[in-house]
């Protein structure tokens, strides 16, 4: 039934422009703003929000609290805005540093952070981009192969930059993209692979019955994937026109089949952190 929480707080004029910059400065996204005769509204968008109640010690004494992933940084863009408010640092009682600015006369408010940065955001376990040792299999479809051909291109040279070499690349074509997702399965069947870059290009103009098209290559290729347990990148364009073909298949930037490789490269990567973490216990 909620949908979100909003703290309204009325401030001078001559402050609004100042404070709505500050805020965005801090790293707020601004929200659809509003304008009447009588006044104005420019919402600060905050990626969580949350009404705490609390019992007992108060945690800190303004009641708006913003949480920021570094303190000090925050504390120096304060700083610059307000260069004559008081802005003293001091630790909570819960293992965390503030600072109170009164931003105008209604809006007071508290800059926190965890002094352990773990605290706010756990370790991610994420994958890297170097390709070499790992075998990857590229399954490309021939329909289109203007552009299907150029997305080869960016996947090989993408897989070469980072360290594979040309043995471990085995490149399977295929002539539709209704072909990719059984072609991908049965090289990801043979074990030879650590990873499968699929590769086609569907132009709505000139296929009929492109949405069951798509739908079924996007179904399968993911099919595939989570059946056999080999990450399957997808490279598969799915365009209105060809004009919007070229575009994503670029010869210098923008080429879908160069992001399709990093992607499968830093999915190999993941599964083996996530395999070394779970045989070392986490
Ligand atoms: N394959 C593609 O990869 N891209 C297309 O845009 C495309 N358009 C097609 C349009 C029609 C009318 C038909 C019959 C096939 C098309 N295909 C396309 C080929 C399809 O993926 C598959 O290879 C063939 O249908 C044979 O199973």
Known sequence: MIRSLTLVRL???EKFEQLSSLLRALGFEEGKGWKDEHSRGAPML???GSLELVEGRNPAEPDILIEVSDLDTAHSIARKFLPNATLDITDTH????VFAVQLDGNLRVGFWAFNDPQRSEPAA??????AAGMRFGIVVS???????ERLLQGALDCLRRSGAASKDIQ????????????????????????AIITLGC???GETTHYEHIATEVTRGIGQSAQETGVPHSYGVLTCENLEQAIDRAGLKSGNKGWEAAQTAIE??????KLKRSASDGG
């Open 11 to 13: 401030v001078s004029r």
């Open 46 to 48: 905050a990626p969580v």
């Open 94 to 97: 819960w293992k965390s540093r």
């Open 125 to 130: 376990t994420v994958g890297n981009l170097s």
């Open 142 to 148: 021939r329909w289109n192969s203007f552009i299907t």
């Open 171 to 194: 490149i399977v074509r295929v002539p539709g993209s209704f072909e990719i997702p059984s072609a991908a399965r049965m090289l990801a069947e043979t074990g030879n692979v650590d």
């Open 202 to 204: 569907l132009i709505r």
């Open 267 to 272: 999915m190999v990567s993941l599964k083996g």
